[in-house]
């Protein structure tokens, strides 16, 4: 699996050489032109106004332009715990997929991490906007995944952008990895940059005010904060250092992943990634204990919080079975991004 989702990347890249490879390129290039036409004409009629709903109560909403992990389910944490710091009723809407009983691996991360803040999800984020207010007596939603749902109005958009892969290889999808074109980020109110400490930003924010020049521009990285066990015990994340890892994960950027275990001085002697969202299965827990049993006796097998919630084990294969704990850490403009949090919603 890692094997394909590596040659997709280096395809969509145009790493992969040849005048077949450059072909089904053009032919996805073509599809992704009706594509852009298709999304140009959906922008164009909520720009409108039609079909656009208003919500009771200020709605933030956390999005990004490309497929693919850029770090939502921390920000949205993050953004939160901002709220309810400051004694508001906060709501999760999300759109729900990837899961059981409308349980997905985002859902049952923050019900750890934010046990006081209900997670609605479904298809109708709308009607899902007032059964948090009318029934939760919520007085703010925060919309998951947001910037493309542009039925329920929001007060505040927030776009990331992955620092490591910015703009989806420049073309949208299928023959890149853009759900919309770049110039959507007139949109923005604010723009959060994330994993700003792998990768230069210069040019990313160069790029970014070709389309907006008011949104402020927050730098963030994905920072570890420590290790845990499904049987509670916890690690500081120093403990990497020179330790023989492997790496087990189902993530829209397992390479971020890999790049931070190995800044944190770790060795990865060997990986299983799985699609973003994967569910796992019975059968995929046994392939998984049969593949850690082949590893070193002494080797840690370390996954991420989104697949841990659904793996909920201790061990593989006589291998611990650690969880790479990550929050969102601001690196530049927080306090512009507090005072944006506040005013744009006429909060302060």
Not at 246 to 254: S, T
Request: net charge neutral; hydrophobic share 40%.
């Amino acid at each position: 699996m890692a094997r394909q989702l590596n040659w997709i990347h280096e395809f969509l890249s145009g790493q992969v050489r040849g005048v077949k490879a450059a072909c089904i390129r053009r032919l996805l290039w073509l599809a992704s032109c009706v594509y852009e036409l298709i999304i140009r004409l959906r922008n164009w009629n909520y720009d409108q106004g039609k079909g656009v709903h208003q919500a009771p109560v200020p709605v933030v909403s956390v999005g990004n332009l490309t497929v693919g992990g850029t770090g939502k389910t921390p920000t949205v944490e993050y953004l939160a715990r901002f709220y309810r710091e400051r004694d508001y009723q906060v709501c999760i809407i999300s759109r729900g997929y990837g899961g059981s009983q409308g349980m997905n691996d985002e859902y049952l991360m923050l019900a750890e991490t934010l046990p006081d803040v209900p997670h609605l999800q479904g298809g109708n984020r709308v009607e899902l906007a007032n059964v948090a207010v009318e029934e939760l007596e919520s007085e703010l939603i925060i919309l998951d995944d947001g910037f493309q749902h542009r039925k329920l109005n929001r007060d505040l958009n927030i776009v990331l952008i992955d620092a490591t892969n910015p703009w989806g290889y420049g073309y949208l999808l299928p023959r890149g990895l853009l759900r919309e074109p770049i110039s959507s980020l007139r949109r923005a109110d604010g723009i959060i940059i994330t994993r700003a400490d792998q990768s230069l930003t210069e040019g990313i924010i160069r790029r970014i005010k070709q389309y907006n020049r008011n949104a402020p521009i927050i730098l963030a990285s994905h920072a570890p904060s420590g290790l845990s066990r499904f049987d509670g015990e916890t690690r500081n994340v120093i403990v990497l250092n020179q330790r023989e890892v492997a790496l087990c994960c189902g993530v829209g950027n397992p390479k971020a992943v890999a790049d931070t275990l190995e800044k944190l001085g770790a060795k990865i002697v060997a990986e299983r990634i799985f699609p973003d969202h994967h569910e796992y299965t019975q059968q995929d827990i046994e392939s998984l204990t049969a593949w850690a049993c082949q590893l070193p006796q002494d080797c840690w097998i370390i996954t991420t919080h989104k697949d841990a919630v659904k793996i909920r084990l201790a061990e593989l294969g006589g291998r611990e079975l650690w969880t790479l704990q990550v929050r969102l850490k601001i690196i530049a403009g927080e306090d512009e991004l507090k005072k944006l949090l506040l005013r744009g919603l006429s909060l302060a």
